[in-house]
């Protein structure tokens, strides 16, 4: 399965929202009613982390300002005012098969 | 508290074996998938291949013929055999342990193949 993500690259104020996209080659529904399309950011020097899972669910402890939404194919991770501690570069990736598959990314910077 | 602590060696010629080994405390290896994952700046994120805590594997097609991935429980870790590399092997190198809807991931290792 091909994961597109768009923008490349995304600068932001803080305080304003920002979107990334990701969409996938083949449908990512489940027959359980969840699309298997996960969010990470991979902070400056650090290892990815989890952000959201099953398309729209925040991981325990992520603030709620990250919000995912989309199913199918079609898929946006939103966050709502960006804060300076949320620079890093933004992956989705579907885990509906194996092998799983990354998107290329999307560096969001501060502007 | 989970930890991951992966080593290994860092530097490898051309046709030899990479070989990473992840020590994991803190967890149970039961319900969990024992992950390879690399990132290399010319094909981002790569999924490796897979282990559970009963020896059943999954592997990338596209590194299938020379991966292996073993797990030992009763030593608490999990390891990556990769052959014949080449520098596209060449990538920061992470073990991760994932679960149903959790991925933890450890440090990563730059692993350099260089002649």
């Known amino acids: 399965i091909v994961m597109t993500q768009s923008p490349l690259s995304l600068p932001v104020t803080p305080g304003e929202p920002a979107s990334i996209s990701c969409r996938s080659s083949?449908?990512?529904?489940?027959?359980?009613?969840?699309?298997?399309l996960d969010w990470f950011l991979q902070k400056p020097g650090q290892s990815p982390q989890l952000l959201i899972y099953?398309?729209?669910n925040r991981v325990s402890g992520v603030p709620d300002r990250f919000n995912g939404s989309g199913s199918g194919t079609d898929f946006t991770l939103k966050i709502s005012r960006v804060e300076t501690e949320d620079v890093g570069v933004y992956y989705c990736?579907?885990?509906?098969?194996?092998?799983?598959?990354f998107g290329g990314g999307t560096k969001v910077e501060i502007k | 508290q989970v930890q991951l602590q992966q080593w290994g060696a860092g530097v490898l010629k051309p046709s030899e074996t990479l070989s990473l080994t992840c020590d994991v405390s803190g967890s149970s290896f039961i319900g969990y998938y024992w992950t390879w994952i690399r990132q290399s700046p010319g094909k981002g994120l790569e999924w490796i291949g897979e282990v559970n805590h009963s020896g059943d594997t999954n592997y990338n097609p596209s590194l299938k013929s020379r991966v292996t991935i073993s797990v030992d429980t009763s030593e608490k870790q999990f390891s990556l055999k990769l052959s014949s590399v080449t520098a596209a092997d060449t990538a920061v190198y992470y073990c991760v342990r994932v679960g149903l809807v959790s991925f933890f991931w450890g440090r990563g290792a730059l692993v350099t193949v260089s002649s």
């Open positions: 083949q449908s990512l529904l489940q027959n359980d009613g969840h699309s298997y």
């Open positions: 099953w398309s729209s």
């Open positions: 990736m579907q885990s509906l098969q194996t092998p799983l598959t």
